[in-house]
């Protein structure tokens, strides 16, 4: 499945942006999808996760529990990441991934999109 991800962009310290991840040729409803993030010189992490079908499972890292909000829309074979209060912390560029199944791990997802970059000025 090839996964494309959008909607980064530049935004200031406290706002927000909303990012997305569809697919093109296959549906995602079969697939667990996450997403992760790497800033500049530290290494890929893990941001949120939801489960296939009806997304009801979802989880998130400790980092942006409780400001992001990951969900899916399968009518329109896209996932959104939900991002509030971000801050320059959150300056990465973000990628979306999928499994069968459900993962917080990145060495367990088999499919990524290209990446998105958000950056937050403070």
């Known amino acids: 499945v090839q996964l494309q991800a959008s909607g980064g962009g530049l935004v200031q310290a406290g706002g927000s942006l909303r990012l997305s991840c569809g697919a093109s040729g296959r549906s995602l409803s079969s697939y667990g999808l996450g997403w992760f993030r790497q800033g500049s010189g530290k290494e890929r992490e893990f941001v949120a996760a939801?489960?296939?079908?009806?997304?009801?499972?979802?989880t998130y890292g400790d980092s942006v529990r409780g400001r992001f909000t990951m969900s899916r829309d399968n009518a329109k074979n896209t996932v959104y990441l939900q991002m509030n209060n971000l801050t320059s912390e959150d300056t990465a560029v973000y990628s979306c991934?999928?499994?069968?199944?459900?993962?917080?791990?990145?060495?367990?997802?088999?499919?990524w999109g290209q990446g998105t970059k958000v950056t937050v000025s403070s």
């Open positions: 991934a999928a499994i069968y199944g459900f993962s917080k791990e990145l060495s367990d997802y088999y499919y």
């Open positions: 939801i489960s296939s079908g009806n997304g009801y499972i979802v």
